[in-house]
């Protein structure tokens, strides 16, 4: 009699090791896809700035010259405003890195679907593998940035499939999804500049980088354990059959907030939805894209717009220092609050926007009439921009892939995606004038 109780107990403890052991791959998977899809969009707008600004110094030393000899030397300055800008604002690089994934956004959740994600993980790396290939190799400034445009197209890509491919797997993959996002923003901007400190080119540091899309590849083919039935490496357009009435489908969404999604594949498949039902989704999600699309247009305006003037001549860090200590402090805010979602949900999106911008128009102010005393002060709002930018991204898709329904899940969560591409591309057009206007200062 004792053999057979021992069997039963293989029986049942074997199903419970499996689960156990898949969703720790499935979340590892998530966190690395995360990292990796984010980690060369972050480092374009370190690795790009600096080869375009060692290509301008060339250019600007033939101009100089040519200044010289037309004008009998009368030249001006570019440090001559009393906030010590750069002629350039670092918006023109965030443009170009961002206006591509925007794209993509706006037109490639109306016919994504089509492609399976086996294929779309591939043009993913692919293209990321291209723009450190592009930007190491530049020679000119097209060739960097055009770089910078396929590192936008795979994190744009890669981010709207990602998001789209959490509903295929327990909703709690979304936390490690953000918490990866939010790794990258952190190790992207250390790794950098660690290799560039310790003497490396920056051609041999993005080379070495090379290893990222890689890694991407390994998380997805080699680490993620998905379902049998998620749409590989064809697409599926098969009917749907409801389960349940819509009031059943509303009240499981009251009831289970915190339950598995027990929905089969071919009930969230985005290939069954019309037009004119993607477009009434579209308008359902409009509550959660504008607050979100507010947060990171405040943020982006106070990153690329204002950042670079908060400047404080008597502190013991220099000029390069302090914003590089600005980014730094902004991107362990957004990793802190990406990976909170285990711990902390924030239901009101609209509270988490009007902060932000409260932080905006704070430091506009201080921008203008310089009444910060010291960096220190600037140094913790900067951290807590970054912990209410993550916090708006993370809780934004928690929310949507939780109060809608089954068969416009997929669709929504990729559709969303749109909101915080559209606040900074915006933030990145605002910051132009407002940098001209304080550096003709």
Known sequence: MEQP??????????????????????????????????????????AAHDILKKQESENATVTASAALTVGGGNSSSSNSSRYDCNPVSTAAVLLADILPTLVIKLTAPFF?????????????????????????????VWMSILGVIFASFSSGLGELSFLSLTVFFSRDV???????????????????????????????TLLMMLVVPVGMLMSYFLLLDPPPDLPQWQSRETEYTPVGSEDDQRQRLMDGSEEEDNSTPEERHTGLLSFQEKLHV?????????????????EYFINQGLMELLYFPNFFLSHAEQYRWYQTLYQVGVL????????????????????????????????????????????????????LGGAAYVNTFYFISKETEDRQREFAMAAASVGDSLGIA????????????????
Request: aromatic residues 14%.
């Open 5 to 46: 109780d021992s069997v039963t107990e293989e029986e049942v403890q074997q199903p419970d090791t499996d689960g156990r052991s898949s969703r720790w791959r499935n979340w590892s998977g998530f966190w690395l896809l995360g990292l990796c899809n984010n980690f060369a969009y972050v480092v374009m707008l370190s």
């Open 112 to 140: 994504i679907h089509k492609m399976p994600y086996g294929i779309r993980v591939l043009f993913c790396a692919a293209m990321a593998a291209s723009s450190f290939l592009l930007v190491s190799f530049s020679s000119s």
């Open 174 to 204: 979304l936390g490690c999804w953000g918490s990866g996002t939010g790794g990258a923003g952190v190790a992207g901007a250390l790794l950098y500049s660690l290799l560039t400190q310790a003497g490396l080119s920056p051609r041999v």
């Open 282 to 298: 579209i308008r359902g999600l409009l509550k959660f894209v504008f607050p979100l699309g507010l947060v990171y247009f405040a």
């Open 336 to 387: 802190v609050s990406r990976s909170s979602l285990c711990c902390l949900k924030i239901r009101k999106l609209w509270a988490l926007s009007l902060l932000q911008v409260v932080n905006a128009v704070l430091l506009l102010f201080a921008v203008k009439y310089q009444f910060l005393s010291s960096a220190w002060v600037v140094f913790v709002i900067i951290l807590y921009e970054g912990l």
């Open 426 to 441: 915006l933030a990145g057009l605002a910051a132009f004038p407002v940098h001209r206007y304080f550096c003709s200062l």
